[in-house]
DNA sequence: GTAGAAAGAATGATCGATTTTTATGGTCGG
DNA sequence: CCGACCATAAAAATCGATCATTCTTTCTAC
């Protein structure tokens, strides 16, 4: 049986999802604000069903916040919040990069190799592209990209609700760093983070990767804790 | 539609969620059977649309996966599921705990002590019932207190996000604890354990009382997979 | 002038019907 | 007898309208 492209259009409830991530994790869609259905409705296009489905998804994923017969928010951010994120990410990351690093075939190795090829490219294109000036975040190319590498370290993981926790997370994250780019036009210079990581996982070496992964993790978080602290 | 008690009214797609947690967790909703909306809507009596939104909210807790556009099915249970829950348990409870016990005042020791001895109340009640035949899980009552004892134990931890992902699979942990518990006429006679652990916590022993819990989630699990290996 | 009640508007929650998609069963040509 | 193909039935997905609750504003009484 062959596969017609026209046929696997996504629910639009999925697509609601997707569209709805995106602008909370870019910041468009503000943290705390009310996400109002008929608001919502006019926006996007989308029917209130498949949207109230995507917005209690969204919840599970802790992005939206339900208060029950007052509607649906945006999940509020505090220190606290991206603290406990962190260190969550600290304990369950490397529990999973452990995993995927014993059990990693070639085809790992090489998706890895492949994805950090990609967002160095990408990398590279952002510094010539005469945006230097903006974080690499702010792409929404490279955050996909940046994103892919990261899952590609874990990819080997067998235990998909690890990998389903570990990614809630990181969509988490990814909303403070974007808060944290659009206030800085600096970029966040530290470029080789994930040549060493890369280097150290297809080493198979499980206590130097989880080490730098913890780094890169904090690292980031700190950056952005002291953002909002001065804030 | 007459609703005849006050407002405080729990919406109907809570209601929903309640029933078929239940239900699932008690088996009576087996393991990899499709949730067809028409079905559900006749035994329940709520309409699609909340029926829809509890099965959205309970497919993020683990107990639903929904296969776009083929619907809604009670997740299938597995020898690997129970010990991916086990892993991630024994790697998430320790972290609340010592928490908990850290932040932990007066009012939480009390809490402690009040479901301990609730729970202790109910197991005496179930072993004179002459029901004693019967493992104490497949009593909705134990299971609630038992639940409430665990989760007690874990509430001066300050991580919301780590307290919810320790919930869920707690929840998913339990659909095997029946399934063991409808094939096993004998009670577990492990009662101690709950002792134990209720009073190395309240020491403030963070590593006997880590060390505990892990060998009490270990024992509970060895039990069900031996179980399920047999079969 | 202010507190409290009540009307009105806004919005979430729910429903029943309609539209799309998938599953099923039967027929035909090989 | 087997597999491709169509027609039909089943079910999910979606929609637009209605119902119920919460929020806002207005009005009245003190």
Known sequence: MLEIAGD???PLSEQAILCLRSDILSGTLAPG?????DRLKDHYGFSSSPLREALNRLAADGLVVIEDRRGFFVA???IDDIREITRL????EPEALSDSISNGDDAWEAQIISAHYRLERQEQRLKNNGASEKPFILDA????LHREFHRSLLAACNSPKLLHMRETLFYQAERYWHL????HPAPPSRGSNHDRLRDAVLERDIVRSSDLL???ISQTTEIVVKYLEQE
Chains 1, 2 share one sequence.
């Open 180 to 183: 944290w780019a659009m206030n």
């Open 89 to 92: 990410r600290q304990l369950l």
């Open 214 to 216: 913890k780094n890169h």
């Open 8 to 10: 696997k259009a996504a």
């Open 141 to 144: 190319e490279w955050a996909d």
């Open 76 to 78: 509020p951010i505090s």
């Open 33 to 37: 604000l009310q996400l109002k259905l």
